[in-house]
């Protein structure tokens, strides 16, 4: 039950940060402010929404607990956060060069991997919610998140406006 509960909560991360990206990259990239395109941002959430939970489900029928856990890290905390940088930033028009794209989501989702294994730790020590054996399974954690956001840095940077103008 608290892995459903956890699930949820992180998908609906997911769908705060998509916000978080969509309002503040343009403020950040080009000085502007992007307004809120309802049909185009409903869209996403439900992408979002689905692609979190569809990794839920191959989490969960991963018969290894160790795979399970490079899935989640890999697919949740690298992949599906990638995917919402690159959602907001094209649902926002900015135009940023690939560099741009690639280096903002790789801060930003490794950032995310991060806090994600800080709120572990402090889970774990405070809460008694032993969620890392070892500290091996942190450094796993962190592994799996960067082939994730490899990954999807690779099937979305070429569908990004790119501006090559623009100066990094």
């Not at 956890?6 to 402010?33: D, G, N």
């Not at 290894?64 to 899935?71: H, K, Q, Y």
Request: aromatic fraction near 16%; include cysteine.
């Amino acid at each position: 039950m608290f892995d459903i509960i956890y699930f949820t909560f992180i998908a609906s991360l997911m769908c705060a940060m998509y916000f978080v990206v969509y309002f503040v990259a343009p403020k950040f990239f080009e000085k502007t402010s992007a307004p809120l395109a309802w049909k185009h941002t409903l869209r996403s959430l439900v992408v979002i929404l689905v692609t979190a939970f569809i990794a839920m489900y191959l989490v969960f029928a991963t018969p290894s607990e160790w795979w399970g856990n490079r899935i989640q890290h890999a697919l949740g905390g690298g992949f599906v956060a990638t995917m919402v940088c690159y959602l907001a930033v094209k649902d926002s028009k900015i135009k940023l060069s690939y560099l741009q794209f690639i280096f903002a989501t790789l801060m930003l989702v490794s950032l995310l991997g991060v806090g994600n294994e800080v709120v572990e730790y402090l889970a774990q020590h405070f809460l008694d919610i032993i969620s890392a054996a070892t500290v091996d399974d942190t450094w796993l954690d962190l592994v799996s998140n960067l082939v994730g956001i490899a990954v999807g840095l690779i099937c979305f940077t070429p569908f990004i406006r790119n501006n090559s103008e623009a100066r990094i």
